[in-house]
């Protein structure tokens, strides 16, 4: 059984700035990352490779230099990385997206059944977490979201069973396999990649795959195939305060953040 962890590679949001003028995203000089959420679906398909030594595959949408994003995928241990990228595949919305990613799902299922699909609840560019259930629509498959526990896992009476974490309460869900995973943070730590890994990711292949590999109508992807358009992008104003460093994942550096801010503006002494 194959699984596939559907990976984006996305804007580091905390450098991202917006043109006053164009009210357009400034991407020069911004650096790329996995977004964070799919580095818990990558994990998550290698903890099932490690037990059950299932067949990973790590599929991303984007230009060529989203390459990147999968050879991080490769050095933790994936074992197949597919780049779709394509000119026409540009400027693609949810809907869009989730076209080219169901057809390459499908075409990957021709030569090795995918039983489970795993993506990141949402992106941190556009959280609107549509992709994955756009893709299990497509595919016809059950989609259980938000899943912060793997309970149970039975390849031979091929059902899976999680715990879901809504608001408030934790939902206990049992599903027929194959299905399509959204999961959160809470679900587990991903792993690093060692110093050889990460030079071995650089011998593996990533395969390319664009728009003659797929031979999706050109209406129904990119620009053509999104009926989304933006209109505006716009920093929300506050009254007061601000947002300063990450307090969940780095508290000690947004702490000094915070200090030299104060020391900065003659608000603390030491």
């Known amino acids: 059984m194959q699984i596939v962890a559907c990976i984006k590679q996305v804007p580091d949001t905390t450098q991202v700035q917006i043109d006053p003028v164009t009210n357009t995203l400034i991407r020069e000089g911004i650096p790329f990352i996995v977004n964070p959420y799919d580095t818990h679906a990558i994990e998550e398909s290698l903890r099932l490779k490690d037990q059950f030594g299932t067949f990973v595959t790590a599929i991303s949408m984007g230009p060529p230099n989203a390459e990147a994003t999968l050879r991080k995928a490769l050095a933790v241990g994936v074992d197949r990385a597919i780049l779709l990228s394509d000119r026409v595949f540009g400027g693609a919305d949810t809907l869009a997206t989730s076209n080219v990613l169901t057809e390459a799902i499908r ?65 206990i869900v049992e599903s027929p396999l194959p299905v399509l995973i959204t999961v959160v943070r809470e679900l587990n730590r991903p792993r690093y990649p060692t110093v050889p890994s990460r030079l071995a990711s650089f011998e593996k292949e990533v395969e390319l795959w664009n728009n003659q590999t797929l031979k999706l109508d050109e209406q ?32 000690v550096g947004t702490a000094n953040l915070l200090i030299d801010r104060l020391l900065a503006k003659d608000l603390l002494s030491l």
């Open 107 to 171: 075409k990957l299922g021709e030569t090795d059944e995918v039983g489970i699909i795993f993506c990141g609840k949402q992106t941190i560019d556009g959280d609107t977490a549509q992709v994955g259930p756009g893709i299990a629509t497509r595919l016809g498959c059950t989609q259980l979201t938000l899943v912060d526990k793997i309970l149970e896992l039975d390849l031979e009476k091929r059902k899976i069973k999680v715990s879901r974490k809504l608001e408030g309460r934790h939902e």
């Open 220 to 251: 129904s992807i990119g620009l053509k195939g999104s009926p989304t358009w933006v209109n505006r992008i716009f920093s929300p104003e506050r009254d007061k305060g601000e947002l300063i460093g990450d307090g969940v994942n780095d508290p």
